[in-house]
């Protein structure tokens, strides 16, 4: 699946789903750039959703994006409670099994995307295997 262009941006979107998309983006330059291959984005199931799928060392990789300005409320990989990691667990199995995917080997990974005042990005901090399933 394509990375998002940002075309078809509502003209005044809340700064929460910018920042989201901002996130992502950056988070897919960076896993491309180390070599994985996002296969999804934004996968809804029900109601919840994975931010990216993605192939790399064999494994499918399920992401979980967190941007942030600063540290003031906790890194952003603070962000992914053990409630979140539960909920992206099963929404995992529920992806592997739709997907026919179920015999392979699987991890969870986070990617810290740290912005600017600007929304813009400065770093992103892949954090491999950040939680067991």
């Not at 394509?2 to 989201?20: C, D, F, Q, V």
């Not at 192939?55 to 906790?74: L, P």
């Not at 739709?98 to 080997?105: A, H, L, W």
Request: glycine share 12%; proline share 5%.
């Amino acid at each position: 699946m394509e990375p998002h262009s940002g075309a078809g941006l509502p003209a005044r979107p809340g700064i929460r789903p910018l920042r989201g998309r901002i996130g992502e983006d950056a988070a897919a330059a960076a896993l491309a750039a180390r070599g994985y291959r996002v296969l999804a984005r934004n996968v809804r199931m029900g109601r919840g959703e994975i931010d990216l799928v993605c192939e790399h060392d064999g494994d499918v990789v399920f992401v979980e994006v967190k941007a942030r300005r600063g540290a003031a409320f906790g890194t952003p990989a603070e962000a992914v409670t053990a409630r979140k990691q539960r909920a992206l667990v099963a929404l995992a199995s529920r992806y592997l099994v739709r997907t026919g995917r179920g015999d392979r080997p699987c991890r969870f990974d986070v990617v810290e995307v740290w912005l600017d005042a600007g929304n813009r990005p400065i770093r992103a901090d892949v954090l491999r295997d950040a939680f067991q399933g």
